[in-house]
């Protein structure tokens, strides 16, 4: 039995922390017991829905976030790893960016002896852009397992012989949960009082501007609305609507745009959309590229991202800077695109490594190394 401590997973379920929920209910429990580790104060909402999205039986360790009393949380971190290390084979470090190396630098200190850094990003944000390279020069000397979520977040987390050892897995998906169900897209486009006929463009993932570029969406919205009066805009995830409910209101759109929540269905809430619209500011290899391919949906997403194409109704070809009305026009031009053969969308997406039984078993032979 391996036992694994996971760690860099936040209170709000984002792409990252969906890919490592997905990987933990698949896994062999007979032979690797997770516990995951999460920064913050306990949050019922993200407590039970973690608790809803976990089959297998589920242990948490809370510690206190770096920021804003650096001091004393590390203080604290350093006592649970004092403590509790000896209990660990494994230390499984998942990251957005190399913003610390305080987990891998613990878990050297008390002795846990196999410890992977997972890179699940290709860029980062002005802050990061600046800590993110002095750490690449130093986790080698803490990490023992060099992983990244595809080509591109490998080479924006490791260089020289970090590189050269690191390994691509592939943020897999339980394919069959996300294949397209008609009679779910009429049941829900009911359940949200949106007309048949009606054009639905949206997204899943956290409302976070700075990274998802919500607003973007809003903006091309507008356009699209002015050719398509009869269209809605959905974002499928949770986290501050405020700030997009002010600039659909700007921009004469309010009453055309849905906020769904968080939700524990992302397969099922995909059936409500047309065309899946996704521009972020920087990603690793998202996961809801995969999901939203999977569904069969047609994709349109920038240029400068990862590129996560599987299937031909997938479109990167525009870049941030283009005017929105090129955008508008891009998703108005694939809006009956969507792939309706499930089982030829299935066997693509397998082919590409994305099926989460074999990825899984993939990451078990890798723990199971020395």
Known sequence: MKRILVCGLVPDIGGLEKIVVDFYNHINTSEFELEFLLQGSEDVEFSEHFKKLCHNPLVVHRIPKLRPHMKQALKEWDCFFKENAHRYDILWSNQNGLTHLEFLKLAKKYGIEKRIVHGHCATADKFYRFVHPVNRLFVGKYATDFWACGTEALNHFYHGKEREKALVIHNAIEVEKFLYDEKKK?????????????????????????????????????????????????????????????????????????????????????????????????????????????????????????????LENYDNKLSLKDEWKLWADKILSVRDGRILDNEYVLKKISEHGYEIKFATRQLEKLFEQE
């Not at 699209?224 to 499928?236: A, D, G, H, W, Y």
């Open 186 to 310: 009429i049941q829900l486009r009911k359940e949200y009082h949106i007309p048949e006929d009606c054009l639905v463009v949206g997204q899943v993932s956290r409302l976070y501007e700075k990274q998802k570029n919500q607003s973007f969406c809003v903006k091309v919205f507008s356009e699209i609305v002015k050719k398509e009066p009869n269209s809605r805009l959905v974002f499928i995830g949770k986290g501050d609507t405020s700030f997009l409910l002010n600039l659909a209101e700007q921009y004469g759109v309010a009453d055309k745009v849905i906020f769904t929540g968080l939700t524990t269905n992302v397969g099922e809430m995909l059936n409500l959309l047309d065309v899946f619209f996704f521009p972020s500011n920087f990603e690793g290899l998202p996961i809801v590229l995969i999901e939203a391919q999977a569904n069969g949906l047609p994709v349109v997403t920038a240029k400068h991202l990862p590129n996560a194409k599987i």
